[in-house]
Structure formats: structure tokens, C-alpha cells
């Protein structure tokens, strides 16, 4: 990732084209995914119309806060505004899953699975299961700049305003042929110019976005021995952005008695639609389904 220094002048929010993916079904169990900081609910659309076709749940991708505006909107977003949209989200998932008598399942990628450990700790007795895909607690992948492990002090200092993450490849992508597609829309983007991040995700990462998250990553380390709900983590062995350390971390801390780990070998990080998406789909499937099991 090339560091860029640049100031973005204030914009102003626009209204997204939609606010995620919602699908209804009868009888399966209520599925909130929550997608990745700078992602879009499409990176688990894949997933989301397995569970839904496949297994019958119920499934919810919800926008973000501040997901899909004009970058200079996401840069200014707290960690707070993150973690609340999320919790609207959970709350209005859940209501359904009490109307339906159907088990609540919270899941994410990379920080969408850390807010979801959020919610499973918070709600112990109302989360039936946890997904955690490619969690993103260490940014410890083969990819990773070495200057990452200094971002973290530019918190304290006004350099944070101005420098910003270029996405370079692999994009989180083994892939190779959806890799060149995503390396041609983001050669497209600017700083200043992000029309398509409400369908594409962002092809810059905010340096004071990543500041702001710290917190809640370190917060939702403490909170693991909270969450009490059955885990399953899926993590990437040739992680590029985040590598299998995050999922050992959050399997050792839980609290749950039940904790399933399942490690692929041909995916990178964005591993709900990289080449193994098939088999995450069915994994997180089996999953779901033997928690309605459970409930019956």
C-alpha cells in the first residue's frame, strides 16, 4: 500500500443508492453480516444468497455508517458512529429473529467479524452463533507495509489528516482475473473522485479512519471472554492483510465452548470472494444450520 499525502477539502454526504441487501425466507435462522471498513454489503453478497437459497435463512447486509459517501465523509467517521450503525442494524435483526422464533446469527469480514464479537459479547443471551470471516484484529499480513506498525502514533500528530492508503494488489484477492477487474476500476479512482465506492469499496484508506479504529479493536480484544455463543472463524493462511494470528488469538479468548476453525489455503483476504467463496458459503451454511438445529 503507497503512502499519499494529499487535503481533501470538507464534502458533503450524498444519499447511497441503497442500504445493503436484505433477504427474507421462512424457517432457517436470522443472518446479520457486516461487511469490512472501506468495503460495500456486496463483498458478502455471494454469501448472503447462498444462506437465503441454499439453507433458507434469513440474511441482512447492512450499509455502514458513512459507507458509501465521498471519502472525505468516511475519513471523519468515529469508531462510535461504526459501532452504532451496527447496533441499529443487530437491533432490528434481532426484532425479527424474536417475531420469527428464529435463532440470531451476527457474523462480518475482517472489521465487520470484530463489531460482530462486539455484539456477541454485549448480547450473550440473544446470539445463537458468531461468524468471524478473515477477523481483523493485527494487520499482520504478507502484504502489510512495513511502516504500518507506525500509523498507530500519527493519532497524535496532524499528519493524520493528510495521509491516506493507496490500495495496491493484491487487493485481497488470489483470484488473478477478479483481481485485474478490481485493479482497472481503482487505477480509475481518485482521491477526490469516488463515485463508485458505494458499489466497489474505496481504492484509498484513510490514515485518520485507521487511527480512529484502534480503540475499538483493542476494546473488542478485552471483550472476547464475553462472548459465550458457539464461534466459527475463517481465516486465510496466506492472509495479505490480516494473517492466521488473528484467528488463533480469537479462538484462545473466547468464551464459548464450541469454536470452529476453518483455514484455507487459496484465498487471500477477501476470502467471501476469492476463489474458495463456494466452500466458505457451505462451511457458514452448515453452521447457521445446525444452530436452528439446536433451537428446534
Known amino acids: 500500500m503507497p503512502l499519499e499525502w494529499a487535503w481533501v477539502k470538507r464534502q458533503k454526504p450524498v444519499t447511497p ?169 481503482y487505477n480509475r479512482m481518485s482521491l477526490r473522485e469516488s463515485a463508485e465506492s458505494e458499489k466497489l469499496g474505496y481504492a484509498h484508506f484513510p490514515v485518520r479512519l485507521f487511527c480512529e479504529m484502534q480503540p475499538m479493536m483493542e476494546r473488542c480484544k478485552r471483550l472476547l471472554p464475553e462472548v459465550r455463543s458457539p464461534v466459527l472463524v475463517v481465516q486465510a493462511e496466506q492472509d495479505d492483510m490480516t494473517g492466521p494470528k488473528n484467528a488463533q488469538f480469537i479462538s484462545d479468548r473466547v468464551g464459548s465452548s464450541r469454536r470452529e476453525l476453518m483455514l484455507l489455503k487459496h484465498s487471500y483476504h477477501l476470502v467471501t470472494v476469492d476463489l474458495e467463496r463456494a466452500a466458505v458459503a457451505e462451511r457458514l451454511g452448515t453452521f447457521c444450520s445446525s444452530l436452528k438445529a439446536a433451537h428446534a
Open 17 to 185: 443508492p441503497d442500504q445493503g441487501i436484505s433477504l427474507a425466507a421462512e424457517g432457517g435462522c436470522c443472518v446479520l453480516l457486516l461487511h469490512g471498513l472501506t468495503g460495500t454489503p456486496t463483498e458478502l453478497g455471494y454469501l448472503a444468497h447462498h444462506l437465503r437459497h441454499r439453507g433458507g435463512h434469513t440474511v441482512r447486509v447492512p450499509r455502514l455508517a458513512n459507507h458509501g459517501q465521498p471519502i472525505g465523509v468516511l475519513a471523519r467517521t468515529t469508531w462510535r458512529q461504526l459501532f452504532d450503525s451496527a447496533h441499529k442494524a443487530f437491533e432490528e435483526t434481532r426484532a425479527s429473529a424474536r417475531t420469527r422464533k428464529a435463532p440470531l446469527v451476527v457474523g462480518g469480514l475482517s472489521l465487520g467479524a470484530v463489531l460482530a464479537l462486539m455484539l456477541a459479547a454485549e448480547y450473550p443471551e440473544d446470539v445463537a452463533g458468531v461468524a468471524c470471516l478473515s477477523p481483523t484484529l493485527f494487520y499482520d499480513g504478507w502484504n502489510v507495509p512495513w511502516y504500518q506498525k507506525l500509523l498507530p502514533l500519527a493519532r497524535y500528530t496532524p499528519l493524520k489528516y493528510f495521509a491516506w492508503l493507496r490500495e495496491s494488489e493484491p487487493f485481497g484477492l488470489k483470484d488473478e482475473d477478479l483481481r485485474r477487474r478490481v485493479a482497472g476500476e
